[in-house]
């Protein structure tokens, strides 16, 4: 406060706020914390809780009559399942250098975005892509395969 | 200044804790947390987020799973309470097809009043459990199902015939296993829907012939030829919704298509019923309804008394006992029908829609029960509702005795003008086929042939002076001062003067209908006098001038 | 030997330079140092641009609470918080029929603190409604529109009235059937017109209703094309209006002289708190402090003795922040009190009854249920001109600055009170018991309804009225306290009418209770 009973002062003088403006300065970082709660909260509406895409984890039927190595991809998911006679695995097809979504070919997989190759297992042959592409928890119940998109497991992990 | 400091930080502190206290809302009190942090899966806790199906083909987002976990997509493994628990086995994988295509219920909600739909503002609230099998509806339209009483005796061979011994239905039976272990025979809940070897019989009997001893030679006896098509028609009916099916074989009894449209087909003189199972229970009024607003109440009271829900309705009470009642009403709820995707449409709406196959049995009893049973009854015998105009009974045996297939047939298709009756041959009615499926089935129920008549259909040369004395003194108390009709049927009308013989009309007069209002007049009743064959002759020409004055 | 020390002086500077990196980071971003001395505090104030709208200093009698209340600054701080909430729910919501909907159900249920935001928004938008018709009432109370700020005053009407604008456009948006019936009467509104040049057999040659509505709805009814109009306008036209009138209109304040203070402002604080005031100019009273000043001749700072201004570091600021606060306070805690409104999916073939509009436009909804052009348009447009007239044609002096200043003062207005509520009372009470012109004669012209009815008569005796009080009081300024008096009670009544004794098909019940069901 500028309360003082001695004039004559001027306002260039130097009057300094009082360093103990306890009421003030409580308010003030009172003010600044409510804000930044309330700043924090909000940033976190942005980060969405739910995504408006299907589950990662779902179920298919699996088919009977699966060649080994031969890849089956359930219709609209970026998975290929695989049945040899050690069990069912499953390999994702979204290429690991930038997310395209790779083709099988007799060979394995092929990258269209930019030239990757990989083996039917995953490893990669070629291209900028740096690791191989995973392998996919795949549990089977009923003549169903339930593929959880989220969960790699080891290269080599069949079920049966 | 001090003043401004102070508002600033109250204000502040203030904020600071609403705040503090929303955050604490938002991230520990939620009801869904709390029952997903109960939940145990095969690898220990589960993590507690938000859950959801996505059905991007049904348009579905439902967040049910958030506290309904093990419902969820790969979540069958969660354990912790009733809560949690899986969805018991169905057709549909709730984890695929998500839960308010059945269900109802707002999908999009996370709390349980909104979830369930039990909010002022959610006009499609969730069906109750007991009649879950409704939502079957929103896809299911089409099911070919037969009236009940077929419904009836084919359910009723199945269990005389000891089928279910073997086979498992609906969780029924199932019990007698092979000799040496193995499973019993399969279930067959869902037999018409997934199908099943239409040569089961003789491969039953080669087997029961083939093997030495056990169930197969004990249980399984040959079947006779009108059980095997009974057997046939229950199988058709399995479609693993049983009470929908029972539901709606006793739509199919009580005649509401008659009066009411549903996908396009039935009477205009009542509301559609396409959509009716999503009836808003806030757009309608509980005043007369006991028990709690919802919209299953509120129907099942609609059909015991309808004037005193609707007032001003014109729709008979519907003669079912309560079970039949809470049948019907399941029904109406399952009326849903939704636009789908082409992948989700099922076989048997394709059937209906694409094909133009009825969506139920189209026999004679079933149509009849499906058109007619509303007013003329299921037994033929006609109806009568206070406040209403009698409905003739048209299974009379006196009736059908001196009436023709053709004048059936004739009244069918062409109704009676200006009365309920209406005209069936028409889009959206009956096919001519279906019309004599009826008129057969009518012969069927009445038990009567048409007695032979010799005579031309017009032979009555008598002078309708005469008659027109009689008619206003005997008949008009009934059939109206100009026979257009009153609490008996409209006599005047040109349907019914166009094809009704004089024989048919003076035999009508002599003898009565027996079981109805109307006496024979041959001998004197003790509110009138009998008329001879002359008055009777008179009569009949006077009616016959009725049709002329119009 | 480091190798920096090997590195020659030009690399050695290059480090010293970096290690200085944070310190001259923060004097360049704050290069007055801390506000602890006069000249400190007024180079923090215009050395910042947020800040710097603001004149170093702050007439002690504006910080007075009676002064203003803090009005402006809460509608400001209100429109703030709703800028801050708006631009969070636009992450999530989806402008299309249906779909859009589905978003406010997102945002309700599952959108992290989406729901507090929304309601939030809802709120805020409800008190920056509220305080720009307080603060308008208050700047006319204390006549603070007379010379030289009529032309703020102007702004203020286009504020009020895109503030309006704004709550209205905000309205569609959810999609629900609240949304959806409001904005078919509001659209139908904007084609009133058409009731006169129906009724003169025009509307085939000049329609300017049926332009008017599909120029708001961009098609013949309330759907897709309506609803990105109406995004469009409240997230991007509007808010650009708002935020451009909004510095002009505090640009103004400041060229207008700070705010409006009574002649004697500097006597009656000096005798109350002498002690608190303090020479400013006794060295040098003929210099001004600011170029500014002498722009225009009317600053006080010329060669004058006693001064009664404050630092506004911090002496305004802490007012202003806990202004803001406060109204962030009754923000949320409304919020957590009470949801925003989302009823069912807008369904075109099952209309509300009643469909309300938002509240503030009831007592509109309630005049155009007698006519809708005169209700809808013609009445509030002569509302808004009357209001934009005042300060042109109020040229008088006394009272300025003054609570209910000026000839007839508070006992006037106290008047004016019991008149404007009165009359209004009546005449509903009128009108509703015995019914109006078309009730008694069935067969009367519609332009004789259109002109004759309720609401216009209402304006009529209004204006009646004022002229009574000028006559009365010889004043011009009697004659505005008498209009802005009845204007406010007449809004407040038909608003009060609308909003709680209406029911279904706008007849009157007595309560919400006496409804009848379906």
Not at chain 2, 14 to 23: D, R, V
Not at chain 2, 183 to 205: I, T, V
Not at chain 3, 327 to 343: E, G, Q, R, W, Y
Not at chain 3, 390 to 415: A, C, M, N, Q, S
Request: net charge neutral; aromatic share 10%; charged share 20%.
């Amino acid at each position: 406060m500028t309360t003082s009973s001695k004039p004559p002062r001027s306002r260039l003088d130097p009057d300094p706020v009082p360093r103990r403006d306890w009421l003030g300065l409580s308010a003030l970082w009172t003010a600044g914390g409510a804000l930044l709660f309330g700043m924090i909260g909000m940033l976190k509406l942005p980060k969405a809780a739910v995504l408006s895409s299907p589950s990662k984890k779902f179920r298919v039927p699996l088919p009977e009559t699966l060649a080994a190595g031969e890849a089956y991809v359930p219709p609209g998911r970026s998975v290929a399942l695989f049945k040899d006679a050690e069990g069912v695995y499953a390999v994702s097809t979204i290429c690991t250098h930038l997310g395209c979504v790779v083709k099988a070919n007799p060979e394995g997989f092929e990258c269209p975005c930019h030239g990757s190759r990989f083996l039917a297992d995953g490893t990669v042959t070629k291209g900028p892509a740096p690791r191989a592409l995973p392998w996919l928890k795949v549990s089977l119940g009923g003549g169903m395969a339930t593929i959880d998109e989220d969960t790699v497991v080891p290269p080599g992990t069949k079920v049966s | 200044m001090k003043k401004n400091k102070y508002l600033l930080l109250l204000s502040s502190a203030g904020t600071l804790l609403l705040l503090g206290a929303a955050a604490v809302d938002e991230n520990f009190l939620k009801e869904w947390r709390r029952i997903q942090s109960q939940g145990q899966s095969d690898e220990g806790a589960i993590p507690v987020q938000l859950r959801q199906v996505v059905n991007e083909g049904l348009g579905v987002s439902d967040r049910c799973v958030s506290c309904h976990v093990a419902m969820g997509p790969g979540e069958q493994s969660v354990r912790g309470g009733e809560v949690l628990a899986p969805h018991k086995p169905v057709v549909h994988d709730p984890a695929e097809y998500g839960c308010t295509v059945c269900h109802g219920g707002q999908g999009l909600a996370t709390e349980k009043d909104d979830a369930h739909g039990r909010v002022h503002f959610w006009p499609e609230p969730m069906l109750q459990e007991s009649f879950s099998y409704a939502g079957c509806g929103t896809c299911h339209i089409a099911l070919g199902v037969p009236e009940k009483t077929q419904l009836q005796r084919a359910t009723l061979a199945f269990e005389r015939l000891d089928c279910l011994a073997c086979h498992r239905v609906d969780g029924r039976g199932g019990t007698v296993r092979p000799d040496g272990g193995g499973m019993e025979g399969p279930d067959l809940s869902g037999a018409s829907l997934s199908g099943y070897d239409r040569d089961w019989y003789a491969k039953h009997l080669i087997k029961s012939r083939t093997e030495p001893a056990g169930p197969w030679t004990k249980t399984f006896q040959p079947v006779s030829e009108p059980d095997l098509k009974l057997l046939g028609a229950y199988l058709e009916t399995r479609v693993a919704a049983p009470d929908l099916v029972q539901a709606k074989s006793v739509f199919l009894s009580t005649g509401c298509l008659g009066c009411h449209q549903v996908s396009g087909v039935g009477g205009d003189d009542g509301p559609d019923l396409s959509i009716a199972g999503f009836k808003d229970p806030g757009q309608v009024s509980f005043e007369h309804v006991p028990g709690s607003r919802v919209m299953e109440n509120w129907l099942a009271e609609h059909f015991r008394a309808p004037a005193s829900v609707v007032i001003g309705s014109q729709m008979p009470p519907a003669p079912l006992a309560e079970r039949e009642i809470r049948q019907l009403t399941l029904f109406t709820q399952s009326l849903r029908r939704k636009e789908l995707r082409d992948a989700f449409v099922p076989r048997d709406r394709v059937k209906a829609t694409k094909f133009g196959e009825r969506e139920f049995a189209s026999d004679g009893a079933t149509v009849y029960g499906a058109f007619c049973a509303g007013c003329h009854g299921m037994d033929g015998l006609g109806r009568r509702a206070p406040g209403l105009a009698a409905f003739p009974s048209v299974a009379n045996p006196d009736f059908l005795a001196l009436v023709s297939d053709a004048f059936l047939t004739e009244s069918v298709t062409r109704g009676r003008p200006g009365r309920r009756m209406p005209g069936w041959l028409r889009e959206g009615g009956l096919t001519k086929d279906e019309i004599d499926a009826v008129v057969s089935h009518l012969r069927t129920i009445g038990g009567t042939r048409q007695e032979p008549d010799p005579r031309p259909a017009r032979w009555v040369t008598a002078s309708p002076d005469a008659g027109e004395r009689i008619f206003e003194s005997v008949c008009s108390g009934c059939h109206g001062g100009q026979g257009q009709g009153a609490e008996g049927p409209s006599l005047a009308n040109p349907v019914l003067l166009e094809t009704a013989t004089d024989t048919y009309l003076t035999e009508t007069i002599g003898r009565g209908r027996r079981g109805t209002a109307m006496p024979g007049f041959h001998s004197p009743s003790p509110v009138y006098p009998a008329l001879t064959q002359d008055d009777i002759a008179s009569v009949v020409a006077h009616l016959r001038s009725l049709g002329g004055k119009k | 030997m480091t190798p920096v020390d090997a590195g020659g002086p030009a690399l050695r500077e290059f480090v010293e330079n970096l290690k200085a990196v944070p310190r001259r980071l923060k004097e360049t971003a704050f290069r007055t140092g801390p506000p602890v001395t006069d000249r400190t505090r007024s180079t923090f104030v215009f050395g910042n641009v947020f800040l710097h709208l603001h004149s170093v200093r702050t007439h002690r009698w504006s910080l007075r609470w009676t002064t203003t209340m803090g009005l402006g600054i809460m509608t400001f701080a209100a429109f703030l918080i709703a800028l801050v909430t708006g631009v969070m729910l636009m992450f999530y919501y989806k402008p299309f029929p249906d779909v859009a909907y589905q978003s406010m159900k997102d945002i309700h249920f599952v959108v992290p603190t989406g729901r507090l935001i929304r309601n939030i928004h809802r709120w805020s938008a409800n008190v920056m409604v509220i305080g720009v018709i307080l603060h308008m009432a208050r700047a006319f109370y204390t006549a603070a529109y007379r010379r030289p700020r009529e032309y703020n005053w102007l702004i203020g009407i286009g504020l009020l009235v895109t503030t309006l604008g704004l709550s209205f456009t905000g309205y569609l948006l959810p999609w629900d059937q609240l949304a959806y019936w409001a904005i078919t009467i509001g659209a139908n509104i904007a084609q009133s017109p058409r009731e006169v040049t129906d009724a003169l057999n025009i509307t085939d040659y000049f329609d300017p209703g049926g332009f008017q509505k599909l120029l708001l709805l961009g098609s013949d009814q309330v759907g897709a094309e309506a609803l990105i109009r109406f995004y469009m306008l409240h997230v991007m036209i509007l808010p650009l209006v708002l935020a451009a009138l909004m510095a002009v209109h505090f640009w103004r304040i400041r060229k207008d002289g700070g705010l409006v203070r009574p002649p004697d402002a500097d006597e009656r604080l000096t005798k109350k708190r002498a002690e608190e005031t303090y020479p400013v100019f006794t060295e040098a009273p003929a210099k001004t402090y600011h170029l500014a000043a002498i722009v225009r001749g009317r600053t006080p700072n010329v060669g004058r003795g006693p001064e009664n201004t404050v630092p506004s570091m911090p002496h305004l600021f802490y007012a202003e922040l806990g202004v803001l606060m406060f109204t962030l306070l009754i923000c949320v805690a409304l919020s957590l009190v009470s949801d925003a409104p989302l009823k069912e999916l807008a369904n075109p073939n099952v209309p509300e009854n009643p469909a309300k509009a938002p509240w503030y436009f009831l007592g509109l909804q309630e005049m155009v249920s007698f006519s809708a052009f005169m209700g809808g348009i013609a009445i509030p447009a002569i509302v808004l001109l009357g209001l934009a007239l005042i300060p042109y044609l109020d040229r008088e002096t006394k009272g300025t600055g003054e609570w209910f200043g000026g000839p007839g003062g508070w006992p006037l207005v106290r008047l004016s009170l019991l008149f404007g509520l009165a009359v209004p009372v009546l005449l509903e009470a009128f009108a509703i018991r015995f019914g109006w012109l078309r009730e008694w004669f069935p067969d009367i012209p519609q332009l004789i309804v259109t002109f004759i009815n309720p609401a216009t008569v209402l304006t009529a005796i209004y204006a009646l009225y004022s002229i009574w009080c000028i006559r009365r009081y010889e004043s011009a300024r009697a004659g505005a306290l008498g209009l802005f008096t009845c204007f406010l009670c007449g809004f407040l009544v038909l608003t009060i009418i609308g909003t709680y004794f209406r029911g279904p098909n706008w007849e009157f019940f007595w309560s919400p209770a006496d409804w009848p069901q379906h």
